[in-house]
T-cell receptor, first 116, second 112 residues
Framework: DAGVIQSPRHEVTEMGQEVTLRCKPI?????LFWYRQTMMRGLELLIY????????DSGMPEDRFSAKMPNASFSTLKIQPSEPRDSAVYFC??????????????FGDGTRLSIL | EDKVVQSPLSLVVHEGDTVTLNCSYE??????LLWYKQEKKAPTFLFML????IEKKSGRLSSILDKKELFSILNITATQTGDSAVYLC????????????FGKGTKLSVKP
């Protein structure tokens, strides 16, 4: 079975440029999560969608970050304009939300983003 | 403030040793606790614990939750070099699938 698929695997760009990260969740999963991982802060949730609708974006650092989920099989995280402090590994995860019970989140391999 | 704290931050052992990794949590309306293993890429799911005192086991790995003392442990017996990784603990809290808070992880290095 295909897991969560992220692209690109690595992105190096200059500050000020627009960056778009992509994610395809596991087929059948109805919840999608974007995380950022840094040495200092560990894994932090940026935004989460349920049934393609953004539920909680309180972790999005600022207006430069935006995320969309136009359909059940695709999501994007965009940074515009990018800054060096945005350098991190960005993970996408998905899970199947069933009623009131929590389910494990399954992660993609991440996008390593470097802003010069 | 909701938090998950793991200890130790790093650990170096030799093949064959047994290790215990610790995770304590302070979250509002705790639901369940998860363990992940992260090598070079994606965190991969190991266990989800919801009930106190019930051990979950997978091969040489096992984990248990104590909801009274608010902690969990992950045990690895007869360690192998392939166990070298960062082990992450996370707690679900509240009613939302998005309410999953991670600890900073324990970096385990297993020497031959």
């Amino acid at each position: 079975d295909a897991g969560v698929i992220q692209s690109p695997r690595h992105e190096v760009t200059e500050m000020g440029q627009e960056v778009t990260l992509r994610c395809k969740p596991i087929s059948g999963h109805n919840s999608l999560f974007w995380y950022r991982q840094t040495m200092m802060r560990g894994l932090e949730l940026l935004i989460y969608f349920n049934n393609n609708v953004p539920i909680d974006d309180s972790g999005m650092p600022e207006d430069r970050f935006s995320a969309k989920m136009p359909n059940a099989s695709f999501s994007t995280l965009k940074i515009q304009p990018s800054e060096p402090r945005d350098s991190a590994v960005y993970f996408c995860a998905s899970s199947l939300a069933t009623g009131g019970s929590n389910q494990p989140q399954h992660f993609g391999d991440g996008t390593r983003l470097s802003i010069l | 403030e909701d938090k998950v704290v793991q200890s130790p931050l790093s650990l170096v052992v030799h093949e064959g040793d047994t290790v215990t990794l610790n995770c304590s949590y302070e979250v509002t309306n705790f639901r369940s606790l998860l363990w992940y293993k992260q090598e070079k890429k994606a965190p991969t799911f190991l266990f989800m614990l919801t009930s106190s005192g019930i051990e979950k086991k997978s091969g040489r790995l096992s984990s248990i939750l104590d909801k009274k003392e608010l902690f969990s442990i992950l045990n690895i017996t007869a360690t192998q070099t392939g166990d070298s990784a960062v082990y992450l603990c996370a707690a679900y809290y509240g009613g939302s699938q998005g309410n999953l808070i991670f600890g900073k992880g324990t970096k385990l290095s297993v020497k031959p």
